[in-house]
């Protein structure tokens, strides 16, 4: 063998231990996927949340669990004259619930309670899960009608507040909770109702 020859056969070997053709790393995200298959490349799986396959095994970062709704059993409750009836003031004058369920994502709960005493303080507490998306919380009369509309506590969306002092007269009155942007949430409530000045005990 010529040296040449024996030099562009180094030189091939060398190239072919250093390339591998087939290289079965396609990036963290490299398709979309959705529909009925939901298909995706050897490795990856299908996240249906976002319709992307994402790298899944030994060394990859792993995906986030899909959602769980809370199964609350206490649907339908969607509107007024549906809303779960709470034992205020008969039964007491708070209540509470936890795991509540915003499912579907326009999915409307209603609960109804009932205030006996003129001058009425209410204390609405509805804390969502951390990495959900914020929840809305309005206070309506016996009408249907809006008097009050929960806001952030310090500042995080997942907790919402009503706070009214003396404001409540003798009436029946419902707290709607909803998603603000169309998505699933698991929550907890609690209603307190006090004629001693707030917070309520």
């Given at each position: 063998?010529?040296?040449?020859?024996?030099?562009?056969?180094?030189?091939?070997?060398?190239?072919?231990?250093?390339?591998?053709?087939?290289?079965?790393d396609l990036g963290?995200?490299?398709?979309?996927?959705?529909?009925?298959?939901?298909?995706?490349?050897?490795?990856?799986?299908?996240n249906t949340d976002i319709d992307v396959c994402e790298r899944t095994g030994s060394g990859a970062t792993?995906?986030?669990?899909?959602?769980?709704?809370?199964n609350d059993s206490i649907e339908p409750n969607d509107m007024p004259a549906q809303a779960l009836i709470t034992p205020i003031p008969g039964g007491g004058m708070n209540y509470a619930l936890s795991g509540v369920a915003i499912c579907p994502a326009t999915d409307v709960d209603v609960f109804r309670f009932s205030v006996d005493s003129t001058g009425t303080n209410l204390e609405v507490l509805v804390a969502g899960m951390a990495d959900r998306g914020s929840l809305v919380v309005d206070?309506?009369?016996?009408?249907?009608?809006?008097?009050?509309?929960?806001?952030?506590?310090?500042?995080t969306p997942q907790q919402v507040k009503i706070e009214l002092s003396n404001r409540l007269a003798v009436g029946d009155y419902f707290l709607r909770v909803q998603a603000?942007?169309?998505?699933?949430?698991?929550?907890?409530?609690?209603?307190?109702?006090?004629?001693?000045?707030?917070?309520?005990?």
């Open positions: 063998m010529t040296r040449l020859a024996l030099l562009t056969s180094f030189v091939l070997a060398a190239a072919a231990t250093a390339c591998n053709p087939y290289d079965p963290p995200t490299p398709f979309q996927c959705g529909g009925a298959d939901n298909v995706c490349p050897e490795g990856y799986t299908c792993i995906d986030a669990p899909s959602f769980v709704c809370a206070l309506l009369n016996n009408n249907g009608t809006v008097i009050a509309t929960g806001a952030p506590v310090n500042g603000s942007d169309a998505a699933e949430n698991n929550y907890n409530l609690s209603i307190k109702t006090c004629t001693a000045p707030l917070p309520c005990p």
